[in-house]
């Protein structure tokens, strides 16, 4: 059982910055991915990183904007997210799982999530 704590998230203007942090008990077996939900919506994905950070992808949302990363010495994944925008509101949830996936039904492991909150 693997064991997810986000953290990171809070209130910013539009265009501002914000680094979310995900600690895992154990990383080195997982790869990691970030999913976001905003009132109203269903979960989306966000970005995920193989578990040696070799390969990331991104969705289109984020592109040129988030940056995922982790480092397995501090069981820790990050996702450092710039140029927000108001549309990036949403509780922000990390997940553990055998691959990197877009899809987040193969992760078996998900954190509480952190609240991000962009204002215009």
């Known amino acids: 059982q693997v064991q997810l704590v986000e953290s990171g998230g809070g209130l910013v203007q539009a265009g501002g910055s914000l680094r979310l942090s995900c600690a895992a008990s154990?990383?080195?077996?997982?790869?990691f991915g970030w999913f976001r939900q905003a009132p109203g919506k269903e979960r989306e994905f966000v970005a995920t990183?193989?578990?040696?950070?070799?390969?990331?992808y991104y969705a289109d949302s984020g592109k040129g904007r988030f940056t995922i990363s982790r480092d397995n010495a501090k069981n820790t994944v990050y996702l450092q997210l710039n140029s927000l925008k108001p549309e990036d509101t949403a509780v922000y949830f990390c997940?553990?799982?055998?691959?990197?996936?877009?899809?987040?039904?193969?992760?078996?492991?998900w954190g509480q999530g952190t609240q991000v909150t962009v204002s215009s």
């Open positions: 997940a553990a799982g055998p691959q990197g996936s877009s899809s987040s039904t193969l992760y078996d492991y």
């Open positions: 154990r990383s080195n077996n997982y790869a």
């Open positions: 990183i193989t578990r040696y950070g070799y390969s990331t």
